[in-house]
């Protein structure tokens, strides 16, 4: 067995492979995810592992998925600290497996997946008023198709993907153009102003916004419509009003008994 591995905790990447190796797995670190795009277009690695490393994770499993999805199981190796299991199948990972030292967990997984069918890549999604087809690489907004280019669309689906998170500049650029220091800012700036201005042209209401994060990167936004006020509707409610009483005030109420009869005089006298 075959697989290319990348981490950030080097001394981590080299503990397992150690532990993987004894049981005749060959591993081949990679050292970004350029370089492991690169492995696996040109040798023939059977499976990818990867840390949990947080944020820099979702990058990872974004970059393959656009890039190589589906050609081989991605694993993913958590930790302590990290996004978690969840989040990250979420994002495309094919397993997850805790590492507490020992390697016997993860070769179970990994002898499980590799062989086998991997899982469908995610071939659209639906946003909001947005659907996006990574097939034909095309956009709709409430069923009208919106003409954008190749890094335009690429652009799109990262974003939408990570709607509500901030995408560093760099991530980006590894993603749409496959190089994260070659790209201009300028270059970056000048495609996410054409792809807001595409994803809300012709539209009465303001649907999404792209904003910059300064020295960061970008962050996709939808904009949630303010709810129309409506009154509470009406309910059939049994009510009768209450009984008339008499014209004076002073008569008795009607069923009520009274036992003495009121004494006259000053009410100092009542109280003797």
């Not at 299991?85 to 997850?96: C, F, R, W």
């Not at 009465?204 to 996709?220: C, D, K, P, T």
């Not at 936004?221 to 049994?238: I, K, T």
């Not at 008499?246 to 109420?253: G, I, Q, R, S």
């Amino acid at each position: 067995m075959k697989l290319a591995t990348l981490f950030v905790n080097k001394a981590k990447q080299l503990t397992i492979a150690r532990g993987l190796s004894s049981h005749g797995v060959e591993v081949i670190p990679a050292q970004s995810v350029g370089g492991l795009l690169h492995l696996l277009r040109r040798s023939d690695v059977q499976a990818v592992l990867l840390e949990d490393a947080d944020t820099e994770l979702i990058d990872w499993l974004a970059t393959l998925e656009m890039r190589m999805a589906g050609a081989v199981p991605v694993i993913v190796v958590g930790g302590s600290a990290g996004v978690g299991m969840s989040e990250a199948l979420q994002h495309g990972a094919t397993d997850y497996a805790e590492y507490d030292g020992a390697v016997d967990q993860l070769l179970a997984r990994l002898r499980a997946r590799v062989g086998s069918r991997g899982t469908p890549a995610r071939q659209g999604m639906e946003v909001g008023p947005y659907s996006l087809c990574s097939v034909t690489s095309a956009v709709w907004r409430d069923g009208v198709e919106i003409n954008l280019t190749a890094r335009e669309f690429a652009l799109a689906w990262v974003l939408f993907s990570n709607a509500g998170r901030v995408v560093s500049a760099a991530s980006l650029s590894a993603r749409v153009w496959g190089r994260s220091n070659d790209v201009c800012k300028r270059t970056l700036e000048q495609h996410i102003y054409k792809l807001r201005r595409k994803l809300s042209a012709e539209s009465s209401r303001e649907l999404l916004r792209i904003h910059a994060v300064y020295s960061v990167g970008y962050r996709l936004d939808l904009m949630v419509q303010n709810p129309v006020w409506e009154p509470p509707a009406e309910r059939d409610v049994d009510w009768e009003p209450p009984p008339r009483r008499d014209t004076d005030p002073m008569a008795p109420v009607k069923g009520v008994t009274v036992s003495q009869e009121v004494r006259s005089g000053p009410i100092s006298e009542w109280a003797s």
